[in-house]
Nanobody
Framework: QVRLVESGGGLVRAGGSLRLSCAAS????????MGWFRQAPGKEREFVSR???????????EYRDSVKGRFTISRDDAKNTVYLQMNSLKPEDTALYYC???????????????WGQGTQVTVSS
């Protein structure tokens, strides 16, 4: 059983930055694909970014087109934590952000086995 706890959300003006953190309880953290998703009011949850392990020391990062160049996913395996650095935030980034873990490659949302409770990000204009 993997427990995920997100933090770092808040209110920020457009153009500002936030760093989200997701702490995992699982010591086999390095084996999981870690993903970030978000859900705005009245909309479906959507993919933001993921970090998928390629080999022992290499991870593959992928991003939603609308956040490329602005968001960066990273992970600290020693701390069982994954981060999402969000720069140049826009009002359309406003959403509840979720951290998720997958035993697989995490290509699809249904491949994620564990989910956090979410952290709210609000970007004002």
């Amino acid at each position: 059983q993997v427990r995920l706890v997100e933090s770092g959300g808040g209110l920020v003006r457009a153009g500002g930055s936030l760093r989200l953190s997701c702490a995992a309880s699982e010591h086999s953290f390095t084996m999981y694909t870690m993903g970030w998703f978000r859900q705005a009011p009245g909309k479906e949850r959507e993919f933001v970014s993921r970090s998928s392990r390629i080999n022992r020391s290499t991870y593959y990062a992928e991003y939603r087109d609308s956040v490329k160049g602005r968001f960066t996913i990273s992970r600290d395996d020693a701390k069982n934590t994954v981060y999402l650095q969000m720069n140049s935030l826009k009002p359309e980034d406003t959403a509840l952000y979720y951290c998720a873990a997958s035993y697989g490659r995490g290509q699809l949302q249904n491949e994620y086995d564990y989910w956090g409770q979410g952290t709210q990000v609000t970007v004002s204009s």
